[in-house]
């Protein structure tokens, strides 16, 4: 089976941006900024973007380039004699789909606001009555789902490629109507300096959530970067790719504080309201304001293209996985894959009604299960296989990663940084797990 080739440049850069642009920009960080001070904690993101992110996502590019495979191939490619690291490709594949088993019930929320909103029935609108609703869960669940397969059916170029470019570039249009929108609202001033100006004694212990959100956001230690990289060849340097992709990620989280920052302060609701901020809180906003039904509309029109990036992202390298093991066409992987998350997310599709189930403290539901399983267990670890895999001689090792990393034009991965790649990347991974696990509340 030949392996596809993305189009362009642009459809690279902008497909890998979409799959590290969703919730995590536009509605954790935000949240984030709220709770651990503001403008202390975007310096402190923005220094372990630089620090953390960029070298894992210049690895998992190079590891999937190399190979030409999806996770479930691309180890057996580069390993040597009797290795074992392939078998973190069916981790990778695990991780994906319990992903999409709660990714894609998120995103169906965010399609029913954007539906309400737009129809003008938004009086009796809420989070909790929403989630509880297990016709409206289980619809909007498989509304993205066919959405989803239903665009990678049309193939690489014809469909995720075509339909991801106008979608990222509207998004960007988008946000850009909104920021600017919300720079004439009252509290504007009040907002923007509490997100912008750092207040640095509240800094303290963000520094690891910092450390942790930076990671986390850009998507990588599951496969889906090294997918992208499968599908590119070698004119550019990974370095530079990689650069451009993080400061587009990097862009959007912050225009969308800038967003609801000043629409907070503005009407007065609580800027640290935690994971209500995207449903609640502005959907309160939006019930006060001059012509609010309209940019509530363009605000989960903007948040449904941010989510449905990761999601068309995610879904294609489960589709990839799955054909390479099966050798099946496109539109039958489609099929089985498609029908196979739909089965797997109800779980969290009717987690809040139906199927009630408390893996950790009171309050915890299937979702909060699959996104441990992922965010505190399968990312980290599994940049850290990467990191261990790329940067030492019982791995694919240091010359052969950097012979590849930077084939091409653009940035190189220069000699220097061999200790930041090979020590600190891992040491901090590894730090990052380990306080993860020990603050956990299990119960």
């Known amino acids: 089976m030949e392996r596809e080739k993305l189009g362009s440049r642009l459809g690279f850069i902008l497909l890998s941006a979409g799959c590290a642009i969703?919730?995590?920009?536009?509605?954790?960080?935000?949240?984030?900024?709220?709770?651990?001070?503001g403008g202390g904690f975007v310096l402190l993101y923005f220094f372990c973007?630089?620090?953390?992110?960029?070298?894992?996502?210049?690895?998992?590019?190079?590891?999937g380039r190399a190979a030409q495979a999806s996770p479930i191939k691309m180890y057996q490619k580069l390993e040597k004699k009797?290795?074992?690291?392939?078998?973190?490709?069916?981790?990778s594949f695990f991780g994906s789909v319990a992903l999409m088993a709660f990714y894609t019930v998120v995103t169906g929320w965010i399609v029913y606001y954007f539906v309400r909103f737009l129809t003008g029935n938004i009086q009796d609108l809420g989070f909790s009555s929403m989630i509880t609703n297990p016709g409206v869960n289980v619809t909007y669940?498989?509304?993205?789902?066919?959405?989803?397969?239903?665009?990678?059916?049309?193939?690489?170029?014809?469909?995720?490629?075509?339909?991801?470019k106008y979608m990222m570039l509207l998004l960007l249009v988008l946000m850009l109507v909104l920021a600017v929108h919300s720079f004439t609202l009252s509290g504007a001033a009040e907002g923007l300096r509490f997100y912008l100006v750092p207040d640095l004694s509240k800094?303290?212990?963000?520094?690891?959530?910092?450390?942790?959100?930076?990671?986390?956001?850009?998507?990588v230690g599951m496969g889906a970067m090294a997918i992208f990289g499968s599908y590119i060849g070698k004119e550019r340097s990974l370095m530079g790719e990689s650069v451009h992709i993080i400061v587009l990620d990097t862009f959007v989280a912050v225009v969308a504080g800038l967003i609801m920052f000043p629409a907070c302060f503005t009407y007065g609701v609580e800027v640290n309201a935690g994971p209500s901020l995207l449903f609640d809180t502005m959907a309160t906003v939006f019930n006060h304001m001059n012509g609010g039904r309209w940019w509530g509309t363009l605000f989960f029109l903007f948040m449904v293209f941010a989510a449905l990036s990761t999601v068309l992202a995610v879904c294609e390298e489960i589709l990839a996985m799955v054909r390479d093991l099966t050798g099946w066409s496109r539109p039958v992987g489609c099929l089985v894959c498609g029908g196979g998350i739909f089965l797997v997310a109800l779980t969290t599709a009717l987690g809040y009604s139906v199927l009630h189930f408390?893996?950790?403290?009171?309050?915890?539901?299937?979702?909060?299960?699959?996104?441990?399983?992922?965010?505190?267990?399968?990312?980290p670890l599994g940049s850290l296989v990467l990191a261990l895999f790329c940067c030492n001689r019982?791995?694919?090792?240091?010359?052969?990663?950097?012979?590849?990393?930077?084939?091409?034009?653009?940035?190189?991965?220069r000699p220097w940084m061999k200790p930041l790649f090979r020590y600190v990347v891992p040491a901090a991974i590894l730090f990052i797990y380990v306080y993860g696990m020990a603050t956990f509340q299990w119960k």
């Open 82 to 91: 009797g290795q074992k690291w392939h078998i973190h490709g069916y981790v």
């Open 22 to 37: 969703g919730c995590g920009n536009v509605w954790k960080f935000p949240w984030m900024c709220g709770q651990y001070g």
């Open 358 to 379: 408390q893996p950790f403290a009171e309050g915890t539901s299937w979702l909060d299960l699959w996104d441990f399983l992922v965010s505190n267990n399968i990312l």
């Open 394 to 413: 019982f791995g694919w090792g240091w010359d052969s990663f950097l012979l590849e990393a930077n084939a091409g034009q653009g940035l190189k991965v």
């Open 49 to 63: 973007l630089v620090i953390l992110g960029l070298p894992i996502m210049i690895m998992e590019f190079s590891v």
């Open 141 to 164: 669940l498989a509304v993205t789902v066919v959405l989803a397969f239903g665009i990678l059916c049309f193939g690489l170029q014809g469909g995720l490629e075509r339909v991801t």
């Open 203 to 219: 800094i303290n212990g963000s520094v690891v959530v910092a450390m942790n959100q930076a990671f986390f956001t850009l998507s």
